[in-house]
C-alpha cells in the first residue's frame, strides 16, 4: 500500500463544474502539499498545509490531520485547469508523492 | 532570480553511456532534492543536499549513480553505464528548509535506447 494515495485517478468534467480530489495519507507528516503538473513536466506548488484550510483563487485545499486526509478543491472549472494534481507529504526532510490524478476540462 | 533551472532538458543515450544532469537552484535555498519520475507515476525520492552534505540516499540510487553539490550551489546527478531502465524525467527542487515549500525544475527528460 503506497502511504500517500490519490483518488480519482482519472477525473473529467465540464467546464463549469466542482471539482474535487481527494488525499489519504499513512504517515506522519509536517506539511502537505498540493502540486500542478503540465504536459512537459513542470511542477508547479499550489498549497502547503499543515492545518486547516487555504483558499487561492478558485482552488481551495483542506486537511484534516486526525484522519490524514486531504482535499483539494476547484471551483468553476475550467479547460486550462487540465493537467496533473500531486498530493505530496513532508515526511518530514522529504517529500513522499502521490501518483497524480489527471483532470481534463472540457469546453 | 529565475527560479529552478535544469540542463539539459532532454537527453537521449545509447545503453551503457555515461550521462550528467545539473540543477540549479535558486540561490539562498540551503535545501537540494532529486526526484525520478516513470511515466504514469508520483516522483520518488533520490537524495537530498543541506549545502554541500548530502544527508540522505534512497536505496533507488544504486552505485550507478552519484550526486554532488559542490559549495553548496548547483547540484549534478550523474547516471554510469546506463540502463534502459533508467529512462525517466530526473526533477531538482529546492528549499529554505523543510518548513517551506518546494520550487521544482522542469526536469530532465532521459531516454535510454
Known amino acids: 500500500k503506497n502511504e500517500v494515495e490519490q483518488s480519482p485517478q482519472n477525473l473529467t468534467a465540464q467546464e463549469g463544474e466542482f471539482i474535487t480530489i481527494n488525499c489519504s495519507y499513512s504517515?506522519?507528516?509536517?506539511?502537505l502539499h498540493w502540486l500542478q503538473q503540465h504536459p512537459g513536466g513542470g511542477i508547479v506548488s499550489l498549497f502547503m498545509?499543515?492545518?486547516g484550510k487555504k483558499k487561492h483563487g478558485r482552488l481551495i485545499a483542506t486537511i484534516n490531520i486526525q484522519e490524514k486526509h486531504s482535499s483539494l478543491h476547484i471551483t468553476a472549472s475550467h479547460p486550462r485547469d487540465s493537467a496533473v494534481y500531486i498530493c505530496a507529504v513532508s515526511a518530514p526532510d522529504k517529500l513522499i508523492f502521490g501518483t497524480g490524478t489527471r483532470l481534463q476540462v472540457f469546453p | 532570480d529565475t527560479g529552478v533551472s535544469q540542463d539539459p532538458r532532454h537527453k537521449i543515450t545509447k545503453r551503457g553511456q555515461n550521462v550528467t544532469f545539473r540543477c540549479d537552484p535558486i540561490s539562498e535555498h540551503n535545501r537540494l532534492y532529486w526526484y525520478r519520475q516513470t511515466l504514469g507515476q508520483g516522483p520518488e525520492f533520490l537524495t537530498y543536499?543541506?549545502?554541500?552534505?548530502?544527508?540522505?540516499k534512497s536505496r533507488l540510487l544504486s552505485d550507478r549513480f552519484s550526486a554532488e553539490r559542490p559549495k553548496g550551489s548547483f547540484s549534478t546527478l550523474e547516471i554510469q553505464r546506463t540502463e534502459q531502465g533508467d529512462s525517466a524525467m530526473y526533477l531538482c527542487a529546492s528549499s529554505r528548509d523543510s518548513n517551506y515549500g518546494y520550487t521544482f525544475g522542469s526536469g530532465t527528460r532521459l531516454t535510454v535506447v
Open positions: 543536499f543541506q549545502n554541500e552534505a548530502q544527508l540522505e
Open positions: 504517515v506522519g507528516i509536517s506539511a
Open positions: 498545509l499543515s492545518s
